[in-house]
């Protein structure tokens, strides 16, 4: 990624550009469908919400421990049909319900020129009209993404635009918006009874049956009604009118096809050959009967494009996984019942959840079974969507300054990442309860963070998602964990591969939820949310969960600095200086260590003192920017998203902060992180010189002092860096160091090349001239470097750049929480981590070049 990059995002065949945005404004129809939600309250019996509490409580037993037995014993204290599987991202808040329906129920703005619900439309268009020319299974699109991004915020503003939403919802959570759906119950009890009720096609074949009366149903009574898109889908959301109108004609429509059930599943039991179609007959014989074309011409015409009826299944989930062992999974056979849909687009099927249960849409198996069209007969399926509806990204994301109050105003920086924060503080009104919000769908569920100071424990992804978020963790695209961690704990999917094996994601840019995960790492009573999540880290390091670790332990360094950060005891959103930094590193300042390494009569009189810079970082990013691309006005977004810079090319990490009470291009300062991880630290000089600005060509030179910190986090307590010289911390200018360089003779060919045209008679070119032909080697060197040594040695008067150098994991006073993390990462030979670093650098750039519409940059 870039800079905060608020709108960017790509699913096949639905591109959003960098600058997607929309606003969500409360509107007066709120409290119209707050007072409904009170008064169907209100009407329910004592009994039927004792029963409602128990559901919850043994949902919530099941959320959290998952023993089958539980299920089982709690379903004897219940009567009635199964309850719904728990909706374990749903959008709630325990104090007020009705935080999320205001924020969803307000107005739906498109700025910067992308109209997001138009691409939406045309997605599912392309889908609905191409499936029988392009031989998929039937027209049906799965929207795939984690919690807050707007999925059905935008797929009902599809009403807006002359399309009848037909929006079942089931989620389960009492305080979830959209709410449950009338019909979910009756819907998934036919479910699981229809398919448990005999052999696979018999059972997929009455379902089949249930969910073509379901679509007849909703379409004859949207004609019914007589009503506009709009309205009918704001009648659907907040009555159950339409609901029970549509239950009845499913039920009168069952008991008439129920005795044609024998002569259809004769045609299935017929034992068919490896090479037939088994559903074939069967849908001709059906599809006959249920063709309801007219009644599509009695709705209204969009007034743009083909589609008039999009059915969508929010909170899906449970089509590609029933918990009931009795049943087949209800996914195929209900994309298979699709098909009844004219091939004209007037009418799609959308399944939408925040897990990967388009996962069910996966490629043919080894032995696949005669009813499976798909794997059988090579019938393909359309790939999954995933994408990004972004917030209104705050004002002063440019090149505005920005005082300090601003800087660290937590109300500001919830208007970065996905829709759903800026929502909520619209609504609400309070960005504490915002963050709060943020922690428990972070960590998995309401009231998680009290359970872990209690009880000590999280669920398996939480850990993760908690480093993850703030640390920058690449989760393996295999790895088993992906889908919980977007089903629950916020992880953004990127790509999909075509095999649905690989499940590419990203942590998004979204400073609340990096101050969410703050508040996790500090709490904590017997142990600290830091020490169980580096531990569940270093078993998901073992396991191969996390890759992209850092040759010379690129990782480690951000987890010492976040974790100074974090001893610092102030807001995460609150601004630290270097000085306070320094001492959260290494306990001493940088202050202190230009004191005792240069005098106080060397400090100049009027010069800016770099330890009383002010710095914001809340969490670290990779940029697909390249380093010597990076404008000024790159780094001042970044600063101000509190975001530390990944990168490469002398420089590891950036950290962007500000002098005074200002932040702005003027007053703009870096720290420059160069990590090294060697037992030999050897001519320091050379890592102090390549870790500045001039020599990693940045394209935005600082004026103003700036510190380089060098970084090395090899454990000195048992080899020769044991001692105390090469454990401790040093500071030093960047104008000694040149100074230093020019005296002595030049480490490379490119060096002393650089050094002879820019300074032709200082001590180390005279050196170099009489050595340099005694070296056969010098002549076969690569000379590639020599405009970064030109660029570092010319301004030789300046004093800009100050050092400091933690020269050993034993000085770091974070150390023992580190140490076997130390060990772990970089366990394997920096050649081995080289390698691997460049791999996944190569199929990153294959997997992403689709996304960035650019050409490949050769890194090989």
């Known amino acids: 990624m870039g800079p905060p990059r608020h709108g960017s995002g790509k699913e096949s065949g639905l591109q959003?550009?960098?600058?997607?945005?929309?606003?969500?404004?409360?509107?007066?129809?709120?409290?119209?469908?707050?007072?409904?939600?009170k008064r169907k309250a209100a009407e329910e019996s004592a009994a039927a919400r004792e029963k409602k509490r128990l559901q919850s409580i043994v949902i919530q037993m099941v959320h959290e421990k998952s023993p089958g037995r539980i299920m089982d014993l709690a379903m004897k204290m219940l009567e009635g049909p199964k309850p719904m599987p728990h909706s374990e991202?749903?959008?709630?808040?325990?104090?007020?319900?009705?935080?999320?329906?205001?924020?969803?129920?307000?107005?739906?703005?498109?700025?910067?020129?992308?109209?997001?619900?138009?691409?939406?439309?045309?997605?599912?268009?392309?889908?609905?009209?191409?499936?029988?020319?392009?031989?998929?299974?039937?027209?049906?699109?799965?929207?795939?993404?984690s919690s807050g991004w707007g999925k059905s915020r935008t797929i009902c503003e599809l009403a807006s635009r002359g399309v009848f939403v037909v929006y079942c919802s089931f989620a389960s959570a009492t305080t979830t918006y959209p709410p449950r759906s009338a019909i979910a119950d009756f819907f998934y009890t036919s479910a699981v009874r229809l398919l448990s009720?005999?052999?696979?096609?018999?059972?997929?074949?009455?379902?089949?049956?249930?969910?073509?009366?379901?679509?007849?149903?909703?379409?004859?009574?949207?004609?019914?009604?007589?009503?506009?898109?709009?309205?009918?889908?704001?009648?659907?959301?907040?009555?159950?009118?339409?609901?029970?109108?549509?239950?009845?004609?499913?039920?009168?429509?069952?008991?008439?096809?129920?005795?044609?059930?024998?002569?259809?599943?004769?045609?299935?039991?017929e034992e068919p050959s490896r090479a037939s179609n088994v559903w074939g007959a069967w849908e001709d014989r059906v599809h006959r009967r249920m063709r309801n074309t007219d009644k599509l011409k009695q709705l209204p015409d969009p007034p743009k494009g083909k589609l008039k009826v999009l059915f969508v299944m929010d909170e899906a989930g449970w089509f590609g996984r029933c918990d009931d062992h009795r049943a087949f999974a209800a996914?195929?056979?209900?994309?298979?019942?699709?098909?009844?849909?004219?091939?004209t687009g007037e009418v799609v099927a959308l399944y939408t959840d925040t897990n990967d249960f388009a996962g069910s849409n996966v490629a043919p198996p080894c032995r696949p079974h005669s009813s499976d069209r798909v794997a059988a007969h090579g019938t393909a399926v359309s790939h999954p969507a995933y994408c990004f509806f972004a917030a209104h990204s705050p004002s002063d994301t440019g090149t505005g300054s920005l005082p300090l109050g601003k800087v660290e105003n937590l109300g500001r920086l919830v208007a970065y990442g996905r829709p759903l924060w800026q929502a909520l503080l619209k609504a609400k009104g309070d960005p504490q309860e915002v963050l709060t919000l943020a922690v428990d769908k972070l960590l998995g569920g309401a009231n998680s963070l009290s359970k872990f100071v209690e009880q000590g424990f999280m669920l398996e992804e939480a850990p993760l998602a908690i480093l993850g978020c703030r640390?920058?963790?690449?989760?393996?695209?295999?790895?088993?964990?992906?889908?919980?961690?977007?089903a629950r704990h916020l992880l953004s999917v990127v790509s999909i591969s075509d095999d649905r094996e690989?499940?590419?994601?990203?942590?998004?840019?979204?400073?609340?939820?990096?101050?969410?995960?703050?508040?996790?790492?500090?709490?904590?009573?017997?142990?600290?949310?830091?020490?169980?999540?580096?531990?569940?880290?270093?078993?998901?390091?073992?396991?191969?969960?996390?890759?992209?670790?850092g040759y010379r332990g690129e990782l480690v360094a951000r987890v010492l600095l976040l974790l100074a950060v974090d001893s610092l005891q102030k807001d995460a959103w609150r601004c630290f200086t270097f000085d306070e930094l320094?001492?959260?590193?290494?306990?001493?300042?940088?202050?202190?260590?230009?004191?005792?390494?240069?005098?106080?009569?060397?400090?100049?009189?009027?010069?800016?003192?770099?330890?009383?810079?002010?710095?914001?970082?809340?969490?670290?990013?990779?940029?697909?920017?390249?380093?010597?691309?990076?404008?000024?006005?790159?780094l001042l977004a970044f600063g101000k998203a509190g975001v530390g810079i990944i990168c490469s090319g002398g420089i590891d990490i950036i950290i962007v902060g500000f002098f005074g009470g200002t932040f702005s291009l003027e007053t703009m300062t870096a720290i420059l992180v160069k990590v090294k991880r060697t037992k030999t630290l050897g001519n320091l000089d050379l890592a102090y010189a390549k870790c500045s600005p001039e020599f990693s060509g940045m394209v935005a030179l600082l004026e103003v002092p700036y510190v380089s910190l060098l970084v090395n986090v090899a454990d000195s307590s048992s080899d020769e860096l044991g001692n105390s010289e090469r454990q401790s911390v040093s500071f030093k200018t960047g104008k000694l160091v040149k100074a230093a360089l020019m005296k002595k003779m030049p480490a490379n060919v490119s060096m002393g090349v650089a050094l002879q045209e820019t300074h032709p008679n200082c001590e180390g070119v005279e050196l170099w001239g009489k050595e340099k032909g005694m070296s056969s080697r010098s002549k076969r060197r690569s000379l590639r470097n020599v405009e970064a040594w030109k660029r570092y040695f010319t301004p030789v008067d300046d004093d800009l750049q100050h050092i400091v150098a933690i020269k050993g994991l034993q000085a770091f006073s974070s150390r023992d929480q580190v140490k076997r993390l130390v060990d772990i990462t970089l366990k394997?030979?920096?050649?081995?981590?080289?390698?691997?670093?460049?791999?996944?650098?190569?199929?990153?750039?294959?997997?992403?070049?689709?996304v960035r519409k650019r050409k490949l940059r050769n890194k090989r």
Not at 204 to 222: G, N
Not at 331 to 341: E, G, N
Not at 835 to 845: F, H, P
């Open 16 to 37: 959003l550009r960098r600058g997607d945005e929309q606003r969500l404004v409360p509107q007066e129809k709120a409290a119209a469908s707050s007072g409904l939600r």
């Open 89 to 145: 991202t749903s959008e709630e808040t325990e104090d007020d319900p009705g935080i999320v329906e205001r924020a969803f129920q307000g107005e739906y703005r498109t700025v910067g020129g992308v109209d997001n619900v138009d691409l939406l439309r045309q997605k599912i268009e392309e889908t609905g009209t191409s499936w029988v020319a392009k031989n998929r299974i039937a027209p049906v699109v799965t929207l795939v993404q």
């Open 197 to 269: 009720s005999g052999s696979r096609l018999v059972s997929e074949s009455r379902f089949m049956l249930f969910c073509m009366h379901y679509f007849s149903s909703c379409i004859d009574v949207a004609v019914d009604k007589q009503l506009a898109a709009e309205d009918f889908l704001q009648e659907l959301m907040l009555g159950e009118e339409f609901w029970r109108l549509v239950q009845a004609k499913i039920e009168s429509r069952q008991k008439q096809w129920e005795r044609r059930y024998p002569a259809l599943e004769k045609v299935l039991l």
């Open 331 to 343: 996914f195929d056979p209900a994309r298979r019942a699709a098909r009844l849909f004219p091939g």
């Open 471 to 486: 640390v920058c963790l690449d989760i393996n695209p295999q790895a088993r964990v992906v889908s919980g961690l977007v």
């Open 502 to 549: 690989h499940v590419w994601t990203d942590w998004a840019v979204e400073p609340v939820v990096a101050a969410a995960a703050a508040m996790a790492l500090r709490a904590g009573r017997k142990r600290t949310g830091w020490q169980y999540c580096l531990e569940k880290l270093e078993d998901g390091l073992m396991r191969g969960w996390v890759v992209d670790r």
């Open 582 to 634: 320094c001492r959260g590193l290494c306990g001493t300042s940088v202050s202190d260590l230009r004191k005792a390494e240069l005098g106080v009569e060397d400090e100049e009189k009027g010069r800016k003192n770099v330890g009383d810079a002010k710095f914001l970082c809340l969490q670290f990013r990779k940029t697909d920017i390249p380093l010597k691309e990076l404008t000024a006005e790159n």
């Open 828 to 850: 394997s030979t920096p050649g081995m981590r080289r390698l691997e670093e460049r791999s996944q650098k190569i199929c990153a750039e294959m997997m992403f070049s689709l």
